[in-house]
């Protein structure tokens, strides 16, 4: 294959086009008869892989404004005061989903068609951490303000050791726009346990701008690995990888904060690659 090729195989690549239908191209238009093994090796060889697309909700164009004009406002934010908070659910027995295996064989694993499932809220900063928060039941208004209680109370709160005189007691809250999040009752305790001033107006569909949902991604790669077969025992996998989690993989996230928010205004309030 030549350069040019490459370059051609590429673009129709990342155009969406199989390697199948690369392959049969290539010999349409240029008389080039090329293998799709040959196609796949040089896709590889362009550091591309075939990845399952992701599907994500569409953001309405109010929606983008109001994230634009929220970048715009928070670009110079000191988001090394900010607790992030989020909520996520993990399924029992959901396990390394590919491996590498021998052409011709395949391996398996047994699931359950209903797997055990288990919620947990979480928050965490620059210098601060909440401990966990389990339920196994559907959130409400009543059950967000009982883990408000328990976890938010400045006495509650993990400050890192190295945390700034001036951040303690004086850091900001950010959730998502969850009604249950934005229900009266909530904010009125939200405001008497965190005060008013330093609860953050977070925009609606912007999971890309809160750190939380990265650092579920990392909580879920480590159960995933490995083989947690109880509730219980989730319980206790996500304890442990959770006060054993590095600051320094939480800093880089909450560093990134600017840059989400310059790509954020890059593409006018459209959602960003985080």
């Known amino acids: 294959m030549s350069d040019e090729d490459e370059k051609v195989i590429k673009k129709k690549a990342k155009a969406g086009k199989t390697a199948t239908v690369i392959a ?8 080039i008869s090329v293998h799709v093994q040959t196609v796949l090796n040089t896709l590889h060889k362009q550091n591309l892989s075939y990845k399952k697309i992701q599907e994500e909700e569409a953001i309405s164009e109010a929606a983008q404004q109001t994230r634009l004009q929220y970048a715009r406002q928070m670009i110079g934010y000191d988001w090394k005061k900010v607790v992030f908070s989020d909520e996520k659910t993990f ?22 068609k209903h797997p055990p499932k288990l919620h947990v809220w979480a928050a965490a900063g620059y210098y601060f951490k909440a401990r966990l928060y389990f339920f196994t039941q559907n959130m409400d208004a009543k059950l967000y303000q009982t883990i408000i209680k328990a976890r938010l109370p400045e006495n509650k709160l993990i400050y890192s050791r190295d945390c700034p005189r001036r951040y303690k007691g004086a850091w900001g809250y950010l959730q998502d726009n969850d009604p249950k999040h934005k229900a009266t009752t909530t904010m009125q305790l939200l405001e008497s346990e965190v005060g008013e001033d330093r609860i953050i107006n977070h925009p609606p569909y912007s999971p890309d701008l809160n750190i939380m949902e990265n650092l579920w991604a990392h909580l879920n790669r480590q159960v995933q690995a490995s083989k947690v077969m109880t509730i219980s025992g989730l319980k206790r996998k996500l304890t442990k990888e959770w006060e054993e989690l590095s600051w320094d993989i939480i800093r ?10 310059h790509e954020c205004i890059q593409v006018q309030g459209a959602r960003t690659q985080y």
């Open 24 to 31: 049969r191209e290539l010999f349409q238009e240029a008389g």
């Open 91 to 112: 399924w029992l027995g959901s396990g390394v989903s590919h491996s590498w295996q021998e052409v011709g064989s395949h391996c398996s694993r047994k699931i359950s």
């Open 252 to 261: 880089v996230l909450v560093l990134s904060m600017p840059t989400r928010l």
